[in-house]
């Protein structure tokens, strides 16, 4: 069983192991990996632990536990793109430790997002996601969102590696 809470201050370390594991799961390929080796658990710690201080409460953290131990973390928030418009949102990061994929915690989280998403009045929730990530495009469809026919290039270790913005229409 999934459990989904919002985050806290003491599920910080845990969250950038559960980042950090996912990220060398699933872009390996993708991006560096040089990038992916060179990760640290205390540079990506105190990151969040920067991100969390200040929050500004339009940003919302969530993780999902499965007996007690956390194994999933999503971020999200109003929306960052340029072209973003009133009551729009965005998933900032979705990220289940590789060992628990298919067990319904994305799944849990994703539910819990878009609950917060319509308590919030949200008209949508957009995402990003790597073009060559094709679990996480399926993962993204089977949700309800679509490409949106935005692409854009992102710098990962000095290489450019293309994204697509994906959008949920929630009215």
Avoid at 87 to 109: K, M, S
Wanted: glycine residues 12%; hydrophobic residues 45%; charged residues 25%.
């Amino acid at each position: 069983m999934v459990f989904v809470r919002e985050m806290g201050e003491a599920d910080i370390e845990t969250v950038s192991s559960v980042r950090i594991a996912s990220w060398r799961a699933a872009y390996a390929g993708m991006v560096p990996q040089a990038y992916l080796d060179g990760m640290s658990p205390e540079e990506d710690v105190r990151v969040r632990r920067e991100r969390f201080a200040r929050r500004d409460g339009g940003a919302l953290d969530l993780v999902a536990e499965s007996g007690g131990v956390v194994v999933g973390w999503l971020a999200m928030g109003p929306c960052r793109d340029p072209d973003a418009q009133a009551g729009d949102g965005e998933i900032y990061a979705l990220y289940v430790r590789p060992d628990v994929i298919g067990t319904g915690a994305g799944h849990a989280l994703m539910d819990a997002a878009l609950a917060a998403a319509k308590e919030r009045h949200l008209r949508r929730l957009l995402l990003w996601v790597l073009e060559d990530n094709a679990r996480a495009r399926r993962f993204y469809g089977s949700a309800g969102f679509g490409m949106d026919g935005t692409r854009s290039m992102w710098e990962v270790g000095g290489t450019a590696v293309p994204e697509l913005r994906y959008r949920l229409d929630l009215s």
